[in-house]
């Protein structure tokens, strides 16, 4: 039997981790924050002999309650946070930090989740997490090399990549992953690097990451430009990104506009960030669109296209340094805090969607997501196709009618091809959703690798999956 690690059983100080972004709440008997990895094996193993759950928490800016705890140990990777090298850094150090050393330094990690100032490196990993600029990158699965891993059993490998078959007796899993960004489900990966990224912390605790870097643009354009309506939008959105180099689409000869990122924000949004920018009038949707060059900015030919899309071209906001660009992100960061303040003035929980779907669906979805009449604000990632419709339900009636809109939202996108998360994951909150994209036979040949990996059950319990009945174990 492997020796007791050191564990923390005060509730007050327990009581700080029991929650996350989907401010849901948890209960665990312990919190361990082991120094070193080997701190962290010895403890997953003692967990191990006693069948004990293992939650891991990083940073808990999670949006779907993975990092939330049903019981058992709570194993936080915040001191594993050292950066050895601009691109080799511990599990739990904080990305965006690290980003803006990197970028100083004249490199580029590209994965930008919105939340990238308070989440950590492995939590981004284990979420495949992406952002605006996904829509040029991907998401983080593309500009990761290799991890160190601690497995369930308390087994340590390093440098994990993309040569490292499945370990003995994991199953390799084969299903059809939607032609869309996705964050929902283990990855029909057959190396083991792949199929760590986007398990949610239910495969192995990431403890250092090597990460790829690219040089950091020379420059960077920003625009805010506003539309008189949607179809409009929508049709701009087409142009712009007819002839773009897209991780989606690579493209070694990319066309005349070719943004980096194209982020949308519908009327309510627009109403949400009026105090920050003059609004023009006769504006009901608006674009903001990142743009790479080396040498001038090409703003004439984006001023040009605008123009001829049918944009308010002459009300564009531009951004070309550093400060303008800061204002800009501010703005587009003002959504999801307005949204949660909101949410916090209603008293209500906010049900918002993370679905994206193919090209061809977008208009179709865009659709169903203006016809919704309950109070909302919908903004995010149409680059992509992947929008965050936030509904608010200001009472219990409309909640109720928020979750069945988001339930049958969420079909729709599957009907249409698509994903029931582009990008936050599955968690808790969402396996019935899981489970009705990829179906009972895919469901169960998840359930079987978990089985293989993890055969206590003991790691992410009730993350993706359903769990079996609980097994014991005290601290
Ligand atoms: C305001 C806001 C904006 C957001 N914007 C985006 C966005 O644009 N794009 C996006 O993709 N997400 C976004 N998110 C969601 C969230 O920030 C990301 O999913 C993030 O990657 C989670 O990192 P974390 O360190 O907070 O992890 P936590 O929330 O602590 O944990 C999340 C999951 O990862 C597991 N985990 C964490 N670290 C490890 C590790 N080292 N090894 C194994 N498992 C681990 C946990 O067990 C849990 O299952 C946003 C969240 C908020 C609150």
Redesign the pocket.
Known sequence: MSSKPALITDPDIILGYLT??SNTHGRAEALAVPADVDALAATLRWAQDRGMPV?????????TG??VPDGGLLLS?ER?SQVEAPDIVG??ALLGPHQDTLEAAGQHFPP????RY???V??????????ARSFRYG?TRGWIDWVDVVLPTGERLERVSRDTPLPAGWPRLRWAEPPVKT?AGYAPADNLLDLLIGS???L????RAGLRLRPAPAGVLTMLAFFPDLETTLRFVDQARSGADRARAPRPKPGPLNPRAIEYFDPNALEMIRARVDLPAGATDALLLEVEHEGEAPLDRWFEALVEGGALAEHTVVAEDEQGQRRLAAIRHAL??GT?ERVVANRMPKVGTDFAVPDAALAEMMAEYRAVTLPHVCFGHIGDNHLHLNLLPRDATELAEARSTYRRLAERAVALGGTVSA???I?KLKRALLAHQVGPETLGAFAALKAAADPAWIL?RG?LLEPPPAPGGAV
């Open positions: 996350d972004a939650t891991v928490t990083a940073r808990r800016t999670g949006t993975a990092a990777t594993l599990g739990g930008d989740p919105t939340s308070e989440c950590s492995g939590g981004a990993i284990v979420c495949n997490a992406s952002g998401a964050a949610e912390g239910t192995g605790v990431i403890t999801p805090a949660n990008e936050h994951g968690g992410g993350t």
